[in-house]
């Protein structure tokens, strides 16, 4: 696995960067050597986030976590990303090419064999602005909401972000 560590408003020291190498030793099992991934330390008023995002073909891992070090958010970034193989590893094996054999479940993350889907619900998608989305999720109280952009009629999400901004996702 290729491994790429970007530091935002940070210099990433040698020692950080070697623990990195050690921490992702352990998913290097899980994943051929066409996978890479990229580390970026962000530090921001005190508060130190690490995200790592793991790409092998058409599969993306991808966790964060901010503590005041980021040796700690390190470490809770890397229990996070092997909670979710764990916990998806069966639908994943069929998916991608990885050798599971050697890996170890631990006991706290159960296998899951089915999705459990508690509700279903259908909505006609109006055309509206980007703005006008942002507004209506917010008065919905939603974390996002799903639209048809006015501008080029295509099916647009909208969503609030852990530090509280707007994102917008968009079909290609």
């Not at 590893?89 to 159960?110: G, H, I, V, W």
């Not at 939603?142 to 609030?160: G, K, T």
């Amino acid at each position: 696995m290729k491994i790429e560590i970007v530091g935002r408003k940070v210099t990433v020291k040698d020692s950080f960067k070697e623990r990195v190498e050690k921490k992702l030793k352990k998913f290097s099992k899980l994943f051929d050597d066409s996978a890479t991934a990229t580390v970026i330390v962000t530090v921001e008023k005190g508060r130190q986030t690490v995200e790592i995002t793991i790409r092998q073909a058409s599969a993306i891992f991808r966790a964060e976590r901010t503590a005041e070090q980021m040796e700690t958010a390190l470490d809770l970034v890397t229990d996070v990303l092997f909670k979710q193989i764990v916990r998806n590893k069966d639908r994943l094996q069929d998916r991608m090419k990885m050798s599971f054999a050697t890996f170890q479940e631990s006991e706290a993350a159960e296998p899951q064999d089915e999705f459990d889907i508690v509700r279903r619900k259908q909505f006609s998608l109006k055309p509206m602005s980007v703005e006008e989305a942002i507004l209506q999720m917010n008065l919905i109280g939603h974390q996002f909401f799903l639209f048809r952009n006015a501008v080029d009629n295509e099916v647009n999400l909208v969503y609030v972000r852990r530090d509280g901004k707007y994102g917008v996702i968009e079909p290609e």
